[in-house]
């Protein structure tokens, strides 16, 4: 790839991570002048901003083009001016060191995921690049979002969307749609680079929400780094990332929501509303950015739940829930019913397009199947997350693709397993887990990172059984990794580095290190780049160096930890708030 191609795509880089990054930024800054210093919760506070924005975006370009132009450009500018009334009047420089790491994390793993997608060429067509880099036979969804943000860029409400293939416009939700109408105004193309560089750098908002996360659980700092590291560097953050559906985004608020609920602070938060409505929103958020975040958010909010929330908490959290997912529902049975195809395939097994409502379809479903048949394909989905029945048959295939001299086909088995199987993606990490009840006999004491490794595996293996029940199985519609939430297998990634961890700060290093060379090893060669693309130095080099970056914020000497944050807001009439 030629300097000038690298040159443009260092350049959209910049743009984009600035155009996404200051919303986020302004929101954070604004909690932290009114009084939070809790890293967790600035950073909650940043993802709700940012989403928020962006489905306000959505939706003042549906009501008229030029209208959510005018809106584009106020919540960029005014993000930059909040900001700097923000630093004038002054923030702790304790809050701003500890927000920019997770931001520089975002950025630099925005940067490694570009790099590396584009490191066989492409730029001249991205989105067939992004279809083929890192797996093959892909399904063209990464374009849905770019196809129906033209039309509302276009045409806003007059006229219902056109079909994109046989996908209606109501059928996915619209948070992608929003993030690139909020940014099209600010320069655009033809070929979708920008679509692309701006696609990643938003699937990559999961860094934030995971940083949230582990600071929560009070993970020790050098653990919180390798979990990071492993989850940046991993096959979800890499494949996911450059294929930008919008899976990945939902994870960001999830994450960020989980947060809320770990936190040491949240005894005193669930019985205040606006954390109510902060934790309803980030939910809500996920949901409009993929429908498979129910399998997450149900037993996430029945953890919250389970807290016994206050009634003002309750409300403030039903009401912001109802105004996001409502407008929503009410855009898909009035502007473009039925709306209904992706809970109809998940939840009933049925791809088929229907007059059929969602409930009758399900039902049908089932009666269809029987006791019988509904058992087996309970038993396919719990299967499926193992998939450890193909290793034989991945392990033949690379060895016989290896003696045909296709040194690149010769990872597709492997990186086929990874993709479908939640055991198969963990691999050599879950030798954590292993390790637990070796150390537990031998008297290793318990800690932070002992107790967090407890919590995020059996809540990984509680989302893991609802998702499994909860999805029809079969061939249609199985409990595979890209069907579900993907903040499962990034929390189940930190459990099983902050079970190594606790187990042995070297053991955790020494795997982490060595899982971060296999997927380097993995995902670094291309399967089947597209005619006319070959390998970039320049560009390898600017992978690496951002690769470098994620290191150096990882890896590096712990400082000393802030003291726990005690601090509550409080408005003008003296009333404690979040």
């Known amino acids: ?35 939070l210093r809790s890293v967790p919760l600035l950073l909650a506070a940043a993802l709700a901003g940012s989403g928020g924005v962006a489905i306000l975006c959505f939706w003042l370009f549906y009501l008229d083009p030029t209208v959510g132009q005018t809106g584009s450009f106020f919540f960029v500018f005014g993000s930059a001016l909040t900001l700097a009334g923000c630093v004038r009047a002054g923030i702790d420089r304790d809050v701003l060191r500890g927000l920019a790491t997770p931001f520089a994390l975002w950025a630099l ?44 860029y276009l045409h806003g409400h007059s006229g219902t969307p056109p079909l994109f293939g046989d996908w209606l416009s109501s059928d996915r939700p619209p948070l992608q749609i929003g993030y690139v109408l909020s940014q099209r105004p600010f320069g655009w193309d033809l ?19 995971m940083w949230a996360l582990l600071c929560a659980a009070r993970l020790r700092p050098r653990t919180r780094g390798l979990a990071a590291l492993a989850a940046i560097v991993s096959d979800i953050a890499i494949l996911h990332g450059f294929y930008v559906w ?71 959290a039903v009401a912001v829930g109802a105004l996001l997912l409502g407008s929503w529902s009410a855009y898909q049975h009035y502007a473009d019913p039925p709306g209904n195809r992706l809970v109809k395939w998940q939840l009933g097994g049925s791809p088929a397009i229907d007059d059929r409502g969602t409930l009758e379809t399900i039902v049908d479903s089932y009666r269809e199947a029987g006791v019988s048949g509904t058992l087996e394909n309970k038993r396919v989905n719990l299967e499926a997350q193992a998939r450890l029945f193909e290793l034989e048959g991945a392990v033949r295939a690379s060895v016989d693709l290896i003696g045909e001299g296709h040194l690149g086909k010769a990872l597709e088995p492997v990186r086929g397993m990874r993709f479908y199987g939640l055991l198969p993606f ?8 292993l390790a637990m009840p070796i150390a537990r006999l031998r008297g290793s004491p318990r ?33 595979i990794i890209h069907q579900g939430s993907l903040a499962l297998p990034l929390l189940a990634v ?19 290190l060595v899982n971060v060379a296999v997927v380097l090893l993995l995902y670094v060669p291309a399967l089947t780049p597209p005619a006319g693309t070959t390998y970039s130095p320049l560009t390898g080099l600017l992978a690496a160096a951002a690769l470098a970056g994620i290191g150096f914020f990882t890896l590096r000497p712990a400082e000393p930890e802030a003291p726990s944050p005690t601090n509550t807001l409080r408005g003008r009439d003296g009333e404690t708030c979040p």
């Open 447 to 479: 800690g932070p990172d002992w107790r967090f490794a407890l919590f995020a595996l059996g809540f990984s293996a509680v989302a893991c059984l609802v998702w499994i029940l909860l999805i029809f199985g079969g061939t249609e519609a199985a409990a």
């Open 109 to 152: 793993a925005s940067a490694f995921v570009v790099f590396l997608g584009f490191l066989h060429g492409g730029t001249e067509q991205p989105l067939l690049m992004a279809d083929s880099r890192f797996s093959s036979g892909l399904p063209n969804d990464n374009e849905i979002p770019s196809f129906f943000a033209d039309y509302f």
């Open 1 to 35: 790839m030629a300097l000038g191609a690298n040159l443009e795509l260092f350049g959209l880089l910049v743009e984009h991570l600035l155009l996404t990054g200051l919303p986020a930024a302004a929101a954070a800054l604004l909690a932290a002048r009114a009084g």
């Open 494 to 512: 930190c459990a099983c580095v902050a079970a190594a961890c606790a187990v042995d700060l070297r053991f955790g290093v020494c795997l982490v």
């Open 246 to 316: 919008p899976k990945l985004i939902a994870a960001a608020f999830l994450l960020a929501a989980l947060a809320l609920v770990v936190s040491e602070d949240w005894p005193r938060r669930r019985r205040q509303p606006l954390a109510g409505a902060l934790f309803a929103g980030l939910c809500g958020l996920a949901m409009l950015a993929h429908g498979s975040s129910a399998f997450f958010a149900l037993p996430l909010v029945a953890l919250a739940l389970w807290g016994r929330p206050s009634w003002p908490w309750l409300g403030a």
């Open 191 to 209: 070929h979708g680079l920008h679509y692309e560089v701006l696609g990643v750098i938003v699937q990559q908002l999961w860094v934030l929400g």
């Open 426 to 433: 963990l691999g050599l990490l879950l030798l954590g887990p």
